[in-house]
């Protein structure tokens, strides 16, 4: 009776500012995807004013992966090195005046070298999302925790679509680059003030919620950061080859390049390939693009709890991951094939509504696998899945440009890109095990 009562005492004294922390990161996430994505509405007026083709619009999207593969490991070094209050807020000011900048551009060069420096300004992004799930919240809640921030990825475009594509008819498109920076200065703003790397330091915790933070260890309240950053630390066996060489790392990282594909193509190209293939006008595509991203921000958002729900029940990282990985990526796959093969607008968005979101579905799967097996280095580990992905976000705009330049349809590049999903998923089932992995570093 008394241990209920304590039981009860502790509940009711414990807050719940971790969830505010995931909030700020959903709403920086937000604008990320917006700056990144803001181009791709802006195909036609920026292809007509410069005398572009597919090809060379593929090549000013491709430059912001390139830039983004040089920036997006070195960010998650510096993150776990100097923690995520103050890269992120670097980060965020500088990515925020490149997408500013974006907004003088005169012609293919200049778009294409502020595309990549918006890459490397944006690298240390999603390092520092990882890191601050890693050390704000328990291993119960990190998948559903990760989902809240990475649904904000096709919330940007519902949001976006409409929002930009209104800019850009109302206000040019150079004004609308602009305007979008703005918003990210606001952001780092906020976050500076309120949050703090670890909740030990935040006057917000209460000593009941920095319990279940750390899962019932004793930790000391108010030291430095640094203090705990080599606390946490000193505790960690994650070493480069682990990251390296580890079969589950690797299979994570092949799968997350498949998905990355796939995103960067949807928001690349999915407004050029409505406008090219069923003459859908701007004023209207980004009506139509609310029906994918709103169905992959609910199925990513369900997918984060779905997997923390399988990891409670089952306490296995390989069914409450990595089969979440590769059956979405599967389906994924098989929604894209008909695409090919109709002439159909409204059966052609269903068909890509459900492949866009069952292929973003896993997306926290894949970053609660490096903070489940590398939680000393998670956003060094991210940050090298991260390089994965930026070299799709190279190849997957590229290349469908060049082939839809050549054939004078997409069909090639969505068979591509359905090929690769299908081998990530052979990748995931032979290769992932990563219970296996957790048993032999907790056993060392």
Not at 291 to 305: E, I, K
Not at 408 to 422: E, H, K, Q
């Amino acid at each position: 009776m008394i241990l209920q009562e304590t039981d009860l005492k502790t509940r009711q004294n414990m807050t719940h500012f971790r969830w505010i922390v995931v909030a700020l990161s959903f709403i920086i996430i937000i604008i990320n995807y917006m700056d990144r994505s803001a181009i791709s509405y802006a195909i036609g007026p920026i292809k007509q004013e410069f005398g572009l083709n597919n090809a060379d619009f593929g090549t000013i999207a491709a430059a912001f992966g390139l830039g983004y593969m040089v920036m997006t490991l070195g960010g998650g070094i510096f993150v776990d090195l100097w923690g995520a209050r103050k890269v992120w807020t670097i980060s965020g000011i500088a990515w925020s005046a490149v997408t500013a900048l974006l907004g003088i551009s005169s012609g293919l060069w200049m778009l294409a070298f502020f595309r990549f420096m918006l890459g490397i300004t944006e690298g240390p992004c999603f390092p520092a999302l990882t890191r601050v799930v890693a050390d704000w919240l328990p291993m119960s809640e990190r998948a559903r925790s990760t989902a809240m921030g990475l649904s904000a990825v096709p919330l940007a475009s519902v949001i976006g679509a409409p929002f930009i594509s209104h800019l850009i008819l109302s206000v040019g498109w150079k004004t609308m680059f602009f305007i979008l920076g703005g918003l990210g200065v606001a952001w780092c703003l906020l976050f500076y003030a309120f949050f703090r790397d670890y909740p030990e330091n935040s006057s917000f915790v209460s000593q009941a919620e920095l319990t279940h933070i750390r899962e019932g260890k004793v930790t000391s309240r108010q030291s430095s950061d640094e203090e705990l950053r080599r606390h946490h630390l000193s505790f960690g066996r994650t070493t480069w080859k682990f990251m390296l060489t580890n079969p589950a790392l690797i299979a994570n990282n092949y799968a997350f390049f498949s998905f990355g594909y796939l995103l960067f193509f949807a928001l690349t190209w999915l407004p050029g390939f409505l406008e090219q293939t069923y003459a859908v006008k701007l004023k209207d595509v980004g009506w139509f693009l609310i029906a994918p991203w709103a169905t992959a921000f609910v199925l990513l958002a369900l997918g984060g709890v779905i997997s923390d729900y399988l990891w409670k029940r089952t306490g296995s990282i390989r069914i409450a991951r990595s089969h979440m990985i590769w059956i979405c990526q599967l389906l994924s796959a098989l929604c894209f094939i008909p695409v090919t093969l109709i002439h159909s607008l409204p059966s052609a968005l269903i068909l890509i509504s459900l492949g866009v979101g069952l292929g973003l579905m896993p997306n926290a799967a894949f970053y609660a696998i490096n903070a489940d097996l590398a939680k000393d280095r998670a956003a060094t580990s991210l940050g090298l899945m991260d390089c994965f992905a930026a070299t799709a976000a190279i190849l997957a705009p590229y290349l469908t440009g060049y082939l839809s330049h050549v054939t004078g349809n997409f069909n090639s590049a969505i068979g591509l890109m359905v090929g690769l999903t299908l081998t990530s998923v052979i990748g995931v089932v032979l290769f992932q095990h990563p219970d296996r992995h957790m048993e032999q570093r907790e056993s060392q």
